[in-house]
């Protein structure tokens, strides 16, 4: 019987129903664990890609602004599957683009209590029940090639993004000695329902004037790069960030 890489581990993840938290989802499964699938959407789908595959799953309805769902989220795992490993965070939204001085105090708090409380709450909820667990674990926030680089128009995601890498850094110190990794994973453009742009609109224009392999990035390419994180693979990193992303940004 070929051998996984997260054989006998739980994962949650968020932002599961679609995009690159669905292919998180269906490639940890493959890999061996056995996954909570939360999002403010039903799962319904996911869950039968996991089931058709012979994997283990179960879906909630979590809205990750809350942190009480994500305490919930968590002892949901718990129950289910009787422990925790690992969490992927990537339910997140994209917004139109606004400049700066015509940005609404309410779009940009939306903004902030999705792309980086949520991921907070989260991570929160996880690392809590990590440390108690005592046996390590790992944490995989999904930021963006945007949380490093200013794009005009996007100030809200820019600051939200930026937001989770740093956090990213001050927990993996904080957490380090305990065993729990805690590594940020940030995508350049990739095609999924958030960006779906077809080619040779503007937008797909501008984005591939900034990405050197001239592609957008698979949302399954972005799972390999979570697996790494998640996995023992990567058993000496945290508090890094991973730029899945094309070449985009090369320093
Ligand atoms: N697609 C890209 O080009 C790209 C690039 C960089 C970073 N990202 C990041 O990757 C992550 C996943 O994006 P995607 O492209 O798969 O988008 P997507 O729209 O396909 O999936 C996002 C999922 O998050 C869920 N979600 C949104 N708000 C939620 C909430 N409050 N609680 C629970 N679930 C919620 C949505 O229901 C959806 O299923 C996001 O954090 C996004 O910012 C995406």
């Not at 664990?33 to 959407?41: E, G, I, K, P, Y």
């Not at 909630?60 to 718990?78: G, I, W």
Request: glycine share 10%; proline share 3%.
């Amino acid at each position: 019987m070929s051998s996984g890489k997260l054989d006998g581990k739980v994962a949650i993840v968020t932002g599961a129903a679609s995009g690159i938290g669905r292919a998180v989802a269906v490639l940890f499964a493959k890999e061996g664990a056995a996954v909570l699938l939360a999002d403010l959407n039903d799962c319904n789908e996911t869950l039968s890609l996991i089931q058709a595959a012979g994997g283990t799953a179960q879906a909630v309805k979590v809205d990750t602004t809350s942190e009480d769902a994500c305490r919930a989220m968590v002892a949901s795992a718990v129950k289910a599957f009787g422990r925790v490993d690992t969490g992927v965070f990537a339910a997140g939204i994209r917004l139109d683009p606004i400049p700066m001085l015509e940005l609404k105090m309410d779009t940009f708090r939306r903004m902030i209590d999705i792309n980086m409380i949520g991921v907070l709450h989260s991570a929160q909820a996880l690392a809590r029940q990590l440390v108690q667990q005592g046996e390590g674990g790992t944490i995989v926030n999904i930021a963006s090639t945007a949380g490093k680089i200013p794009i005009p128009g996007s100030g809200p995601y820019c600051m939200a993004k930026a937001g989770v890498i740093m956090m990213t850094k001050v927990m993996a110190l904080e957490l380090a000695e305990t065993g729990v990794r805690v590594n940020a994973l940030a995508p350049g453009f990739t095609s999924t329902p958030m960006w779906d742009f077809e080619k040779g609109t503007e937008e797909d224009k501008w984005a591939m004037s900034l990405t050197p392999m001239n592609r957008t990035g698979t949302a399954e390419e972005q799972a390999q790069a979570c697996l790494f994180l998640a996995s023992s693979d990567s058993s000496y990193t945290t508090g890094q960030t991973l730029y899945s992303a094309g070449g985009q940004f090369v320093d």
